[in-house]
């Protein structure tokens, strides 16, 4: 079955919205694999956002990524890596839909409220990352 890695950034945290978005993913059918609060490492935010080395945000994007606990979930269901993705929304808060979880929490583009697994080899990749024994 297939697996993808959400993540509740430090803005959501702060923000009181996990409780909001856990709901979300389970009232959707979606079940949670795993769970747990950090406040992660320089070392594992730059292996988690090694693809965007060297773009104009990356430094902003991992100073943000570890300037509070995150709550990391690993799920399953059928295709969620794409039902996850679309209950995000776009990373631009611009152009994320109502109704989304982006959609209706971000007005920023880098403050986005969650992180979602772009592809199964991301996904694999992310929650090889954050959960050592899954
Ligand atoms: P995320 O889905 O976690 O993947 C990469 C993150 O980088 C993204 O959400 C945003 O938090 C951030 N990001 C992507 N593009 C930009 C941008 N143009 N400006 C600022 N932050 C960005």
């Known amino acids: 079955m297939e697996k993808t890695l959400l993540i509740i ?13 856990i709901q ?3 009232r959707k059918g979606l079940e949670i694999k795993a769970l747990k609060m950090e ?5 594992k935010a730059e292996n988690h956002y090694i693809v965007h080395k060297g773009k104009e945000f990356y430094s902003n994007l991992i100073n943000f990524i570890t300037s509070g606990p995150l709550v990391l979930i690993v799920l399953e269901g059928k295709d969620c890596i794409k039902i996850v993705r679309n209950m995000a929304g776009s990373t631009s808060a611009v152009e994320a839909m109502p109704g989304t979880i982006r959609g209706d929490f971000s ?3 880098l403050e986005n409220i969650v992180h979602t697994s772009d592809s199964s080899e991301s996904s694999e990749r992310e929650i090889k990352n954050f959960f050592k024994n899954l």
């Open 9 to 21: 950034k430090p803005d959501a945290v702060e923000r009181k919205l996990v409780g909001e978005i």
């Open 24 to 26: 979300r993913v389970e």
């Open 39 to 43: 406040k992660i490492s320089l070392e």
């Open 107 to 109: 007005t920023d583009m």
